[in-house]
């Protein structure tokens, strides 16, 4: 192997947890101590700890085990170091300078950055701050730009699945229409995969505003065929026509005053509607948690490997992406506060539709 101008690098995990980030973290240390004898400086807690100094270095014996692992053994927070930054009381630093400050200290060649959107996209910013930058792709709802996949996605549709498959056998049972409401916030691809795998009647997903007729409606068309129960996955992000309509500052107070989650609502809605008895599961962090799936420990392994050759390249200021199955560097500014959402006539979708799956449009 090749000699390279980095030596040390720092490493962190911010936003929520997914499965893989421990692959990813083994990923990229493996490679740069075997191959390139380089010193990894491990960061807790995300940006938090970049900001406060929270560092140490990190051996060969701290990556055994932990490709399977879930969680992260850095930490993580959702500390967004750009967002309304105020100075630290002792050192008056602004939490960008207290940053370079740790960077310099520290020795730092470079940094990588495993987080989703928000997370790169203050790498993004950093890297405008001079600083050199790798990022990798990580979240659950595979909603960043310019890759096919991000790892953790995998391993959640897999979760999210398997609880729609045990839930069918309640809903057929006891005559029942089951709602699951699934993570998804922005963008419903973990809501569409897993409502197809799981063989769901209708899908309620952000870029599909719902109207809570057509729901019934399909709901009723199969209690006419005989078919005395139904399966509703709900993405959290999900929203009505009515709320589609609004500007995102009030759609956001609104979400913020509701007292439960959007699958009750919609089972109220549909209850009111059909008079049918509906009942809610929501599977929250049960879809973060866990031991990541093969696909994901591999794709995670890859984005890492690939991370260390763009840093040994002096590739910086680029995220690790897969693209037709081939891994290529984005630049970061191009992912930066941008969110992949699917388009009304995506394959999967156009497909759902063919088998007779509602959107609830």
């Known amino acids: 192997m090749k000699s390279c101008d980095v030596k040390t690098i720092g490493i962190l995990t911010s936003g929520g947890d997914a499965p893989g980030l421990n692959a990813a973290i083994r990923g990229v240390c493996r490679t740069a101590m075997l191959n390139y004898g380089i010193k990894i400086i491990g960061i807790h807690n995300g940006y938090r700890g970049l900001v406060n100094g929270d560092m140490e270095e990190l051996h060969a014996s701290d990556f055994s085990g932990i490709l399977t692992r879930g969680g992260t053994i850095l930490g993580t927070s959702r500390d967004k170091p750009f967002k309304n930054p105020q100075p630290d009381e002792q050192t008056g630093l602004l939490p960008v300078d207290a940053i370079k400050a740790n960077y310099k200290k520290w020795g730092l060649d470079a940094l990588v950055t495993l987080g989703g959107n928000g ?9 405008e701050e001079g600083l050199n930058v790798v990022g990798l792709p990580k979240t659950i709802d595979n909603d960043i730009v310019k890759t096919d996949v991000t790892f953790g996605f995998h391993t959640a549709l897999d979760v999210a699945a398997e609880a729609i498959d045990r839930i069918h056998t309640t809903a057929h049972s006891h005559s029942r229409c089951m709602i699951i409401e699934v993570m998804g916030h922005k963008a419903g691809w973990l809501g569409l995969y897993s409502g197809i795998a799981g063989g769901g009647d209708v899908i309620l997903i952000p ?14 068309e199969r209690r006419d065929a005989g078919k005395q129960f139904s399966i509703i996955i709900v993405a959290e992000g999900a929203k009505s026509r009515e709320e589609a309509l609004l500007d995102k500052k009030e759609f956001k107070r609104r979400r913020a ?5 959007i699958a009750y609502r919609v ?8 008079k049918l008895e509906s009942r809610v599961t929501v599977l929250g962090y049960l879809q973060r948690g866990g ?12 984005y890492g490997v690939a991370a260390t050759e763009f840093l040994v390249r002096g590739e910086f ?9 081939k891994i290529i560097g984005v630049p970061l500014k191009d992912i930066a506060g941008k969110v992949k959402n699917i388009e009304p006539d995506d394959p999967m979708i156009v497909g759902a539709r063919a088998l007779g799956t509602g959107f609830g449009d």
């Open 257 to 261: 005053a509701m007292s439960y989650s």
């Open 291 to 302: 031991t990541p799936s093969p696909y994901d420990r591999i794709l995670a392994t890859q």
């Open 119 to 127: 997370t790169n996209t203050t790498a993004a910013r950093l890297a």
């Open 317 to 325: 200021g680029k995220l690790v992406a897969m693209q037709q199955g």
């Open 207 to 220: 870029e599909i505003p719902y109207n809570i007729d057509s729901v019934a409606q399909k709901v009723m």
């Open 267 to 274: 089972a109220h809605e549909l209850e009111s509607t059909t």
